[in-house]
Structures are given as structure tokens and as C-alpha cells.
């Protein structure tokens, strides 16, 4: 049986991404020219797909491709029920980055979720909305919000980019986005809630969850290997 890993082919984890399978004797060279998205490793039957990193999380996530590199953010994200689906079988060391929940500097008596749970609470009453939350990652919005702390009175406002910039822009009251220095948020004027990390996210090995892995020598090389040299 082949397998196959999604790499990513653009953007902050690609070159570190490779350099990992390299290091753990995984030569990978590419199929074609060098604009080819195909590669393969030498020696194994194991194909390279090069795909953007948020389409790898989906293509583990349906079992297109049987391990990808991609941040943790983007399968609990991009992924409903993701534990039912993948599993993280390394943590990388890279593309560390922390989602966050950020409010304006000027709130000043917001220093925690409790607090702004206050807040939502008679943001109705004070404003005649609800509390709106620019970010792009409303799957663990949701989650952390109702679920973690039981705030129910917001609303959801997509943002596809400079999200550190909507409240300024009056399109949303406060934001969940990542941050990796923090120096996009000190320079839009927002503050991290000190109980508002939602995830601690690194590039991670992912292995879609497939029966024919079971006893597949291959699958477990590969995780080996990637382990070894961490
Ligand atoms: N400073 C940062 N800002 C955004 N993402 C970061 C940062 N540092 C690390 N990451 C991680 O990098 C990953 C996204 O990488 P990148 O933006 O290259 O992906 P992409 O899917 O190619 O993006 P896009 O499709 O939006 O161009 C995420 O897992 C994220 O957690
Ligand atoms: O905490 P910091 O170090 O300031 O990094 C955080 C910022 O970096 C990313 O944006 P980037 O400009 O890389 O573009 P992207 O959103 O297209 O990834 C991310 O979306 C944040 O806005």
C-alpha cells in the first residue's frame, strides 16, 4: 500500500517541514519539474502531496492523504471531532503560535474570561447588540466560549485577514486570532485575556486514523523515524 503525505507547499512551514523528513532519512525528491505539487521519497513507497497548510488538515481529515505536517490550530479547527480522526503522533518544534482571545488595552477592568463573561452578560443592556467576535477560527470560538465558559450572549463576525484590526474598525468588539510575538496586538492596541489562550499550537506529524495503518510496517517507520530525531 502506498502512502501518501500532505507537505506543505507555501507559506511559514514549508522548508521546515521538509527539512524534518530529510533529517529522519526520508529523502524526498520532486515528481516532474520544480513547480510539480507531486514528490516521492526515495527508496519507499511513499508519495508526497504538496498542498497549502489548511488543505492538508482537510485532506487528513476525509483520509486523502494518510499523514500530513500541518499547526495544530488548523485540525481543531478545519476539523470536527478531530481526535475521532487523526492523531498527533510528533510535535515538531516549529510554526509555534498561541490562539488567543484579545480585547482592547482600554478595557481596563477585563483581565479574564469571568470578566468578560460580565461583559457579554449586559452588553445587550448597555449597547443594544450582542458582543461581536471578529475571528476566523469560530469552531474553537464557540467551543471555548459556550462550552469551556459558558458564555452564550455573543456574536461571530468571519474575518479572512488583519483581524487585530476590526475593533478599531468598529466590525467587531474584541478578537480570537493567533499570535507567535504579540507585536500585531500591542500595535492594535489589544491585550490577551491571562486566562485566554485557547490552544498552544506547533506544527505537528498528523496521521489520518485508518484501520489498514494496523500492523502496516511502513506507517510505523515513518512515525519512528520522525520521533527519533526530535
Ligand atoms: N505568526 C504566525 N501567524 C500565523 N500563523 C502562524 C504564525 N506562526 C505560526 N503559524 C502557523 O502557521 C500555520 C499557517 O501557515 P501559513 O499561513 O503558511 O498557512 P497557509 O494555509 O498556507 O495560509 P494561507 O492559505 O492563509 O495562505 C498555522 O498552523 C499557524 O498556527
Ligand atoms: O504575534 P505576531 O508575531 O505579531 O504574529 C501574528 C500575526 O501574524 C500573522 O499574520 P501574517 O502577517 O503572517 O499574515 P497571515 O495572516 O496571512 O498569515 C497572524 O495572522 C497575525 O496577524
Not at 161 to 164: M, P, Y
Given at each position: 500500500m502506498t502512502i501518501t503525505i500532505g507537505l506543505p507547499?507555501?507559506?511559514?512551514?514549508k522548508e521546515d517541514s521538509s527539512a524534518i523528513f530529510e533529517r529522519a532519512g526520508l529523502k524526498i525528491t520532486a515528481v516532474g519539474?520544480?513547480?510539480?505539487y507531486r514528490g516521492r521519497v526515495e527508496g519507499e513507497d511513499i508519495e508526497i502531496a504538496f498542498l497549502s497548510a489548511s488543505e492538508i488538515s482537510r485532506e487528513i481529515g476525509n483520509g486523502t492523504v494518510d499523514f500530513g505536517v500541518t499547526g495544530e490550530d488548523l485540525i481543531r479547527e478545519g476539523l470536527a471531532d478531530a481526535d475521532a480522526k487523526v492523531e498527533?503522533?510528533?510535535?515538531?518544534?516549529?510554526g509555534h503560535a498561541d490562539v488567543v482571545v484579545a480585547v482592547p488595552?482600554?478595557?481596563?477592568?477585563?483581565?479574564?474570561m469571568a470578566d468578560l463573561g460580565d461583559v457579554a452578560a449586559d452588553f445587550r443592556a448597555r449597547h443594544g447588540r450582542r458582543l461581536a467576535i471578529a475571528t476566523k477560527y469560530w469552531r474553537m470560538t464557540q467551543q471555548f466560549f459556550?462550552?469551556?465558559?459558558?458564555?452564550?450572549?455573543y456574536r461571530i463576525v468571519e474575518s479572512l485577514?488583519?483581524?487585530?484590526g476590526a475593533p478599531a474598525a468598529g466590525q467587531a468588539d474584541i478578537i480570537v486570532d493567533i499570535t507567535s510575538t504579540g507585536s500585531t496586538l500591542t500595535a492594535n492596541h489589544l491585550k490577551v485575556l491571562n486566562?485566554?489562550?485557547?490552544l498552544r499550537s506547533e506544527a505537528c506529524l498528523v496521521r489520518a486514523?485508518?484501520?489498514?495503518?494496523?500492523?502496516?510496517p511502513l506507517v510505523a517507520k515513518i512515525i519512528g523515524a520522525v520521533r527519533e530525531i526530535l
Open positions: 507547499s507555501k507559506g511559514r512551514m519539474n520544480d513547480r510539480s498527533i503522533a510528533a510535535r515538531l518544534g516549529f488595552q482600554i478595557w481596563l477592568d477585563v483581565d479574564s459556550s462550552r469551556q465558559h459558558g458564555i452564550q450572549l485577514g488583519a483581524t487585530e486566562d485566554g489562550v485557547i486514523r485508518k484501520v489498514e495503518h494496523q500492523g502496516n
